[in-house]
């Protein structure tokens, strides 16, 4: 099995429950985990051609940035859907929502969501 990780990715972005976070907006920050059976790609270097960090970023960013959700889970979904129908070497996506301010009372550092897709062949 071979991992790709890519970390701690910030967008500003309009997602949330409330109306003021869909009209104000945030960063959010954003993990991306794929999972590949290099059995199943024979060729290490049309991995890297597929699934090349930048293509993976491209994707997270057109969501995040370009689409407003109410529920993080939902963008998370999105994502990782659209990661596993373009980049078909990956078996699953493993997508991680931090959402830094949050209508808690309370201390605290985010809400992380965490959505994990895999691809049903």
Do not use: W
Not at 31 to 38: G, I, N, P, R
Not at 59 to 66: A, D, H, R, S, T
Not at 67 to 81: C, K, P, S
């Amino acid at each position: 099995m071979i991992k790709m990780r890519m970390t701690n990715m910030m967008f500003y972005g309009f997602h949330g429950y409330y109306e003021y976070e869909r009209e104000q907006g945030q960063k959010f920050f954003l993990d991306v985990e794929l999972q590949v059976d290099e059995n199943t790609i024979g060729d290490l270097n049309k991995f890297e051609e597929a699934a090349n960090e930048a293509r993976v970023y491209e994707i997270v960013k057109g969501f995040v940035e370009n689409r407003r959700f109410n529920v993080l889970a939902e963008l998370g979904i999105t994502i990782a859907d659209a990661i596993l129908e373009r980049i078909t070497f990956a078996r699953e996506a493993i997508v991680r929502i931090r959402k830094p301010s949050v209508a808690i009372a309370g201390c605290i550092d985010y809400v992380e969501t965490e959505i994990i897709r895999r691809r049903q062949d």
